[in-house]
């Protein structure tokens, strides 16, 4: 494989490898020199291109070919071009008819990303894969996305498919990643089968999104009146960034499924159920000493600004990860400064 530097405007040292091959040119590919400011160094938002302007900040051409002037830290701190859903950024595709400049960009290829989802119509002459632009035999996205893929060694997430008990490609309806919300999917479309870690399962006829409520990992929902986490009577997914405050005490929550498996829940209030199974939150509470959901007063999380909270409101208890801790009586502003 030859390699050898371009400069691109702006001053930027851009490493760019040709290869014969596809499968050659990912095996080989290595990480740019300077990969302080390419997309990939970040894995956070969809990037194609970022280019130093002089005055410090970045000229930034996000996946949608749209266009945004940007700081250092917003684009590390995931606050441009979409946030990053669908995961870290695996490779780029380039049409080709050109190398990897951001007007020939195609696609993004994530970790959750289905390749089949890709248009099979178009051809694919130059990919990114670690901040090394490569030119490869031309070829379909798709190829070109499960060649990326492979050649990271890709996790295998749960994929649910639908009218097909054999896990048949072509029958693909959901890829089930970390990020993934079971409750969008849809609970009339039919799951024959389901890939588990590289293997076929299959299933009783079930809808998608029972089917992603049993093979995820690393996920937590909340049901309503059922002991069995009936799948009609889910109420939410909960993430560290799920605000347990928003959701009703007088809607009952009677089971929770962690990690695809049901467990029987006391049965209280969806607030009082997400407050004990939360992790990664933080919550303070007015006049208990026992976490009474009634009392609760606020999420704190990194972004609240504890000088503007009350600094007469009292508050003498706080939950953390689903524990309630008493806490010395103090007031609302000061119980937020000693979190921070």
């Known amino acids: ?3 050898f530097v371009t400069r691109r405007s702006g001053g930027r040292v851009v490493w760019v490898a040709a290869a014969t091959g596809l499968a050659s040119a990912l095996a080989c590919s290595e990480s740019a020199p300077d990969a302080s400011m390419n997309a990939q160094s970040f894995l956070a938002s969809d990037v194609l291109t970022m280019t130093a302007r002089s005055d410090g900040q970045f000229d930034v051409v996000c996946g949608d070919t749209s266009r945004v002037v940007a700081s250092a830290t917003d684009i590390q701190s995931n606050r441009v071009c979409g946030g990053g859903a669908g995961g870290p950024i695996q490779g780029i595709l380039y049409d080709a008819s050109g190398t990897c400049e951001a007007s020939h960009a195609v696609a993004l290829v994530r970790t ?9 119509a178009q051809r694919v002459g130059h990919v990114s ?8 035999a031309d070829t379909s996205a798709i190829v070109a996305c499960k060649a990326i893929k492979e050649s990271q060694g890709a996790p295998r997430s749960p994929v649910v498919y639908g009218t097909s008990d054999t896990c048949s490609e072509s029958a693909v309806v959901a890829r089930i ?8 999917l849809s609970h009339e479309a039919a799951a024959w089968s389901v890939s588990v870690d590289g293997q076929c399962l299959r299933t009783r006829d079930t809808s998608v999104r029972a089917a992603c409520l049993s093979v995820q990992r690393e996920a937590t929902y909340l049901f309503g009146t059922s002991d069995s986490c ?5 109420i ?18 009677w089971s929770v499924s962690t990690d695809g498996v049901c467990r029987n829940a006391p049965d209280r209030g969806a607030r009082s159920a997400c407050l004990a199974e939360q992790r990664g939150a933080t919550y303070l509470f007015g006049r208990s000493d026992s976490c009474d959901p009634s009392t609760a007063i606020t999420k704190v999380t990194a972004a609240t600004d504890c000088r503007k909270l009350s600094a007469s409101q009292a508050s003498w208890s706080k939950r953390v990860d689903g524990e309630c801790r008493d806490t010395p009586d103090t007031t609302l502003q000061a119980a937020c400064l000693a979190l921070q």
């Open 1 to 3: 494989m030859k390699t």
């Open 112 to 120: 959750e990303t289905l390749c089949v989802n890709l248009d099979a």
């Open 129 to 136: 894969v670690n901040g090394s632009c490569l030119d490869i």
């Open 177 to 184: 990643g970390a990020s993934t919300d079971c409750l969008t």
């Open 230 to 234: 009936a799948v009609s009577t889910a």
């Open 236 to 253: 939410a997914r909960l993430t560290a960034e799920t605000d347990c405050l928003t959701l009703s005490e007088s809607r009952l929550s």
